[in-house]
């Protein structure tokens, strides 16, 4: 397992899960962090080995092992897009560990996405066409290092002005980096996560008993705001519609807030001290 460590080395620790297909470069793109951010790259991405056969709920027993290793009793969790499935998993499976979580313009379950939807649609139909989807990256793996094409040609032009405006040549450039490194070694990450997100999740929502606070654009192209209504079954969820924020807006604006916001005392810790 890779981490690479971001932001306040005296901060409040944040374990960050990666997007889709991206690696735990994804986090050094985050300017003013006001926390110390360890960042995961999941099995088969950037440096993590393979795991064949996984599962989401696998995911956080590699966690825990991590933060064994690291010293880490209790953590915060924020899940980017696609690596919100995996800090729902956490949430669920390390009560006694994990503090809170945020979910960022979150992947949301399957099952309530048309099959024929656009933006996380296509994501959950590779999913469910692994064959058609280990051929895809295979030809996009070696276009995308040889820079034949780019972040702004995968991402493509229908998204709002707001994810435009701030997906400047610098932006893409670093998310480029990103990906590079997320599938450069190997594609099974990616597939592999595409097919966990179509799949059943098997996280009881209803059972996660910390706050989870669940943030989305109001112009978000990819990810539908009725496709969050799973979510509601948790019962700390909170959600913060952001107005005129975009997928990638969203993140690029408002990740040092979020991160605040997730880490900051609740109001019973404040009353205690």
């Not at 709002?160 to 480029?176: I, M, Y």
Request: aromatic content about 6%; some cysteine.
């Amino acid at each position: 397992m890779a981490v690479e460590e971001y932001g306040d080395p005296a901060g409040p620790v944040v374990l960050y899960f990666h997007g889709w297909p991206a690696s735990r470069l994804e986090a050094g793109l985050i300017p003013d962090l006001p926390v110390r951010l360890l960042a995961l790259d999941r099995p088969g991405y950037g440096r993590s080995s393979p795991q064949p056969g996984r599962t989401l709920l696998d995911w956080p027993r590699d966690v825990a092992d991590v933060a064994d290793r690291l010293g880490l009793d209790r953590f915060h969790v924020v899940g980017l897009s696609g690596g919100a499935p995996y800090a729902v998993a956490c949430a669920y499976e390390l009560p006694h560990r994990v503090v809170g979580a945020a979910l960022v313009c979150p992947v949301p379950p399957a099952y309530g996405i048309h099959p024929r939807a656009a933006g996380v649609g296509h994501l959950f139909r590779l999913g469910r066409h692994p064959v058609l989807a280990h051929r895809l990256f295979s030809m996009i793996r070696p276009l995308l290092h040889r820079r034949i094409i780019t972040p702004r040609t995968l991402v493509g032009g229908s998204l709002p002005a707001a994810d435009r405006e701030c997906l400047t040549r610098q932006t893409l450039s670093g998310l480029a980096r990103v990906w590079r490194e997320g599938i450069g070694r190997s594609v099974q990450g990616a597939l592999s996560d595409a097919q966990i997100y179509a799949q059943e999740w098997h996280v009881p929502m209803g059972q996660i008993t910390m706050p989870v606070d669940v943030w989305y654009g109001s112009e978000d192209s990819l990810i539908p705001l009725h496709g969050l209504a799973p979510f509601e079954a948790i019962p700390g969820m909170r959600l913060h519609v952001m107005p005129n924020e975009g997928h990638y807006s969203l993140a690029i604006r408002h990740a040092a807030t979020i991160l605040r916001r997730l880490t900051e005392p609740s109001p019973a810790s404040k009353q205690k001290a």
